[in-house]
């Protein structure tokens, strides 16, 4: 992270950003979503486990949830596209509440890492009791000629032992 | 509908269900209900082996996991001697739990109520006040945590709780000979890529074994989307070549796809064929190199999946191999633990590739394990209504199918690999489970 701090306009950009990103998910334009998204991006959700106290770490440096790149994401959206999605049929309600965002100077010039908290609610069909997912987000935007793109997503969930009978979703 | 009197007892249930397993008849009951679950709990899950852990989650003196057998908490620890235990994660002195954690490393295990300490073998070595409150009455070396046997094969470490069952090679019957396609990458073996991906999910559990036990059937429907997309290198039409093998009177089972034109052992890297050619015996080889897609579960409740899964479209892609294991939390209710193996001789590059593919395909936001989660869920809702109280589902394919006299593996193997001989038999091992005939 660099020494500058991030000035109010482009912080508040890149705020506007991550919520446009949550609604095309919400909204499921995955199409748009993918837009938004760079061509080298990499999307993560580390494995959390439950550890002692002292323990060196508690997210997994070798498991995922989610461990994917421009041509996997690509596959699932691709995927939700055909009639066989079975996962997402009828489709899940999704509502990603993005919070606490902090921008900070990233690695590149073009780039920023943005701290965020984000909570999904899900439903599913008919069933009165959703699913609720917490997640500390670290993420890099990039800007670019043709705006702001996601180049990178580092999820990770609050709960070592997801209380949901599959992910179809995106974080 | 047919219905039977309320009074009916749980065992002339378990008698009529053994009963109608041979004539291809399996109760919905028993996917969704507290009494067959309790009576799980008491004779099924008290005398089998059950899978604890992979030895490559605890490769130190002192690593643990902490895991289940039934609703017995155990810790899983390998000692200071290099030798694994599972004990009771219960103090001795008035149960409080031991390990809260689900892994890590210590030398000792240290109650955070009294103090009472013990080494992770899991003998008593510490007492507080011993000398002023126990005047010489308590005897360390009889209160040490309660142990459970183990024993392991090829890095797969299983525990039982009767220490009158046979041992587990015996209970394994010759399925070792199936799971050495999983476990014997190169010579070097296979070790957990991380550990276990790990959800709850309103399913039972045996909905899961079943279908691992080569449920090929669901394929082409459940997993359209691979087929159509062509990421999964196989056709609609073709896909029930292949063979069904079971261990007549054990409950393992087995399903072996084949794919036409798909090249021996395609998938794997060069080197590695090489080195499973020599780990492998003849017999193994001339099975495995035909096989595309291996599914298999250990009965009762531990599973295997070995499949290509490609980005490229038309393109063989790569193996990965998912362990699994699904521990019963309630009724229509599971926890499930599921790792990706990887070869441990491989490159990083390898590896990291085959667990990518694993993730895609089959962690818990995996495109084919969403699927049928979805499908699990609704049967086992399906299951609960009472109106299916006392409703068969049909498992009558392959009713007269003839074993393969040219197959060189051990078991009884059947084609076409679409078939519920698997399950017949795995219904009938549960069943002598339950009607406490094991
Ligand atoms: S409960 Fe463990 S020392 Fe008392
Ligand atoms: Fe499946």
Same mark, same amino acid.
């Given at each position: 992270m660099g020494e500058q701090p991030v000035d109010r306009d482009t912080a508040s950009e890149i705020q506007e950003f991550m919520f446009r990103e949550a609604l095309a998910l919400d909204e499921r334009r995955f199409r748009d979503w993918l837009a938004m998204l760079t061509d080298d991006i990499r999307y993560e959700a580390p494995l959390r486990v439950i550890r002692e106290g002292l323990a060196v770490w508690d997210l997994s440096p070798t498991s995922r949830i989610f461990d994917d790149d421009r041509q996997t994401l690509e596959v699932r959206i691709q995927r939700l596209e055909t009639d066989f999605a079975w996962a997402e049929q009828p489709p899940s309600q999704t509502r990603h509440f993005v919070t606490n965002v902090l921008a900070d100077p990233g690695d590149n010039p073009d780039e920023y890492e943005v701290r965020s908290n984000c909570l999904i609610y899900r439903s599913r069909g008919t069933s009165p009791t959703p699913s609720l997912y917490s997640l500390s987000r670290k993420d890099v935007v990039r800007r670019t000629e043709d705006g702001w793109r996601l180049a990178r997503r580092w999820a990770a969930f609050d709960q070592a032992l997801i209380n949901a009978h599959n992910l179809s979703i995106l974080i | 509908m047919n219905t039977k009197p309320e009074s009916q007892s749980l065992a002339a249930w378990v008698e009529e269900t053994r009963e109608g397993i041979d004539s291809g008849r399996f109760p919905v009951r028993a996917f969704n209900d507290q009494a067959v679950y309790d009576l799980e709990q008491e004779r099924l899950f008290s005398k089998t082996w059950c899978f604890l852990a992979h030895e490559s989650e605890i490769p130190h003196p002192g690593d643990y996991v902490t895991r289940y057998i039934g609703n017995n908490n155990l810790i899983v620890a390998r000692d200071e001697h290099g030798e694994i235990h599972a004990n009771l994660n219960m103090c001795r002195h008035r149960g409080n739990v031991m390990c809260k954690a689900e892994m890590g490393n210590a030398s000792h295990f240290r109650c955070s109520y009294h103090g009472w300490t013990y080494k992770n073998s899991g003998e008593l070595v510490g007492v507080p006040y011993m000398k002023e409150g126990y005047e010489g009455r308590l005897k360390r070396k009889d209160w040490g945590l309660v142990g459970v046997r183990v024993d392991s094969y090829e890095g797969l470490v299983f525990g039982c709780l009767d220490p009158e069952a046979p041992p587990l090679d015996e209970y394994l019957g010759g399925f070792q000979f199936y799971l050495d396609l999983y476990l014997k990458h190169g010579l070097g073996g296979v070790e957990v890529h991380g550990p276990p991906d790990h959800w709850i999910a309103d399913t039972d559990w045996k909905i899961c074994t079943e279908n691992f036990a080569g449920d090929g059937y669901h394929t082409p429907v459940a997993h359209q989307w691979g087929f159509h997309l062509g990421y999964f290198p196989s056709s609609g039409s073709t896909h029930s070549q292949g063979w069904a093998v079971s261990i007549p009177g054990k409950g393992h089972g087995i399903g072996l796809g084949h794919g036409p034109n798909f090249p021996p052992f395609g998938g794997f890297p060069d080197d590695l064929v090489a080195e499973m050619k020599q780990s492998l015996s003849p017999e193994q080889v001339e099975v495995f190199s035909r096989t595309r897609t291996a599914v298999g579960s250990v009965f009762p409740n531990l599973s295997f999946l070995m499949q290509p899964f490609s980005l490229e479209p038309g393109e063989i892609g790569v193996r990965f191999v998912t362990m699994r294991l699904y521990h019963p939390v309630g009724p229509g209710r599971m926890e499930m633990y599921s790792w990706c193996l990887v070869p441990k001789n491989a490159s990083q590059e390898y590896k990291k590739e085959a667990y990518r593919a694993y993730t895609l395909a089959f962690g818990q936001a995996g495109t084919f394990e969403q699927d049928d989660f979805e499908n699990w869920t609704k049967v086992t809702q399906a299951a609960g209504m009472t109106m299916v109280r006392d409703v068969d589902f049909p498992y009558i394919m392959g009713m007269d199918s003839a074993p393969? !006299?040219?197959? !060189?593996?051990p078991g009884h193997a059947v084609v076409p690999y679409v078939n519920d001989t698997n399950f017949r038999n795995l219904w009938s091992r549960w069943a002598d489970y339950l009607a406490g005939e094991v």
């Open positions: - | 393969d !006299p040219e197959f !060189p593996g």
